[in-house]
T-cell receptor, first 110, second 112 residues
Framework: AQRVTQPEKLLSVFKGAPVELKCNYS??????LFWYVQYSRQRLQLLLR??SRESIKGFTADLNKGETSFHLKKPFAQEEDSAMYYC????????????FGTGTRLTIIP | KAGVTQTPRYLIKTRGQQVTLSCSPI?????VSWYQQTPGQGLQFLFE???????NKGNFPGRFSGRQFSNSRSEMNVSTLELGDSALYLC???????????FGSGTRLTVV
């Protein structure tokens, strides 16, 4: 069975400092990984997905199959980045199910 | 375009009752998934529908059921409510998984 682990429940970073939110997964096949973000009093929204290899709001994430990781990074944190971040994994095509990590609450200190 | 719409936003029910939640996906999205979010268990997959067929089901008891209509709107039903069913129930729709899933604001169910 697949599993997603986000080891940090809480993470505080100073404004302007680099941010890294960790995500490790367990799945024997070829996964699709996503990062979702939930800002205060807003709905869960897609931040980025590994297949697109895009940068959204300055965030990037690289899938490392050797280390089974999909860490989320941003070189310079901004106050508006404070939010709850969830890493999620989808498995075989046609199996439209997301397995979520427990989330990391990121707080940017001004 | 309109996002994923869930109704009602809030519900308070008594143990033993049943409840029906509704989800209207983004126009053109045929896949609709349901998730339960609780502080203790986080986000857990309930089931997914595509073209009126349930394709996947999570590890929830049979009291949790759902359906999808020909216009892709979906409902989920929980019968014989228990206190532990108190949660935020989220609906998500997608056109293609590569595009990701768009979530609704959720229905917060409180069982007393």
């Amino acid at each position: 069975a697949q599993r997603v682990t986000q080891p940090e429940k809480l993470l505080s970073v100073f404004k302007g400092a680099p941010v890294e939110l960790k995500c490790n997964y367990s799945y024997s096949g070829s996964p699709e990984l996503f990062w979702y973000v939930q800002y205060s009093r807003q709905r869960l929204q897609l931040l980025l997905r590994h297949i697109s290899r895009e940068s959204i709001k300055g965030f990037t994430a690289d899938l490392n199959k050797g280390e089974t990781s999909f860490h989320l990074k941003k070189p310079f944190a901004q106050e508006e980045d404070s939010a709850m971040y969830y890493c999620a994994l989808a498995t075989n095509f046609g199996n439209e199910k997301l397995t979520f990590g427990t989330g990391t609450r990121l707080t940017i200190i001004p | 375009k309109a996002g994923v719409t869930q109704t009602p936003r809030y519900l308070i029910k008594t143990r033993g009752q049943q409840v029906t939640l509704s989800c209207s996906p983004i126009s053109g999205h045929r896949s609709v998934s349901w998730y339960q979010q609780t502080p203790g268990q986080g986000l857990q997959f309930l089931f997914e529908y595509f073209s009126e067929t349930q394709r996947n089901k999570g590890n929830f008891p049979g009291r949790f059921s759902g359906r999808q209509f020909s216009n892709s709107r979906s409902e989920m039903n929980v019968s014989t409510l228990e206190l532990g069913d108190s949660a935020l129930y989220l609906c998500a729709s997608s056109y293609q998984r590569e595009g990701g899933y768009t979530f609704g604001s959720g229905t917060r169910l409180t069982v007393v």
